[in-house]
């Protein structure tokens, strides 16, 4: 168990609708990471949170946003969701930028 | 643009055997590099870094080699156990970015 939760485990949307993806770092890590695999892919680093301002953005569509909370937990939100955003999206958490990250199990997401 | 790149889709070794697991990168402005296991349905799990100031950095049975003027690094696994079947992922980061950038992962596979 790495201390990262993410929930929910498993989410099957149609095209068109939105949803919200919730991460709680482990405790004390200020840094929250979220990347997307699709299928036999590596991970795609999406966006980058630290202490609640966002640091770093990577390949993240227009139609996704996220936000980490003075709680620490942070929140994906993708939109106008396509079949082609089918896929698990991670979060991963580290105490400072440059230490290694704690990922967490993933939500599998499938838009159909 | 695949800045770290894991060339090998699958590897299959036999137990009690040495797994060599191969990473090239292009951007010479990382300075520290990270290998990740991941089994089905869960999350990465972090196992072992090293930093641009060393060449070699050893946790048990896992040595991960660096060759700078290469772009080249290594993890070996010895002697490889049925446990560490999973896929590994490659990964690097440059002084002060924020992100991890991810290599495609390669499935190793140990055979009894």
């Known amino acids: 168990d790495s201390g990262v939760t993410q929930t929910p485990k498993h989410l099957i949307t149609a095209t068109g609708q939105r949803v919200t993806l919730r991460c709680s770092p482990r405790?004390?890590?200020?840094?929250v990471y979220w990347y997307q695999q699709s299928l036999d892919q590596g991970l795609q680093f999406l966006i980058q949170y630290y202490n609640g301002e966002e640091r770093a953005k990577g390949n993240i569509l227009e139609r996704f946003s996220a936000q980490q909370f003075p709680d620490l937990h942070s929140e994906l939100n993708l939109s106008s969701l396509e079949l082609g955003d089918s896929a698990l999206y991670f979060c991963?958490?580290?105490?400072?930028?440059?230490?290694?990250?704690?990922f967490g199990q993933g939500t599998r997401l499938t838009v159909v | 643009d695949q800045q770290v790149k894991q060339n090998s889709p699958s590897l299959s070794v036999q137990e009690g055997r040495i797994s060599i697991l191969n990473c090239d990168y292009t951007n010479s402005m990382f300075d520290y590099f990270l290998w990740y296991k991941k089994y089905p349905a869960e999350g990465p799990t972090f196992l072992i870094s090293i930093s641009s100031i060393k060449d070699k950095n050893e946790d048990g049975r896992f040595t991960v080699f660096l060759n700078k003027s290469a772009k080249h690094l290594s993890l070996h696994i010895v002697p490889s156990q049925p446990g560490d079947s999973a896929v590994y992922f490659c990964?690097?980061?440059?002084?002060?970015?924020?992100?991890?950038?991810f290599g495609q992962g390669t499935r190793l596979t140990i055979n009894p």
């Open positions: 405790s004390g890590d200020l840094s």
């Open positions: 991963a958490s580290s105490i400072q930028v440059n230490t290694e990250a704690f």
């Open positions: 990964a690097a980061k440059g002084q002060g970015a924020q992100k991890l950038v």
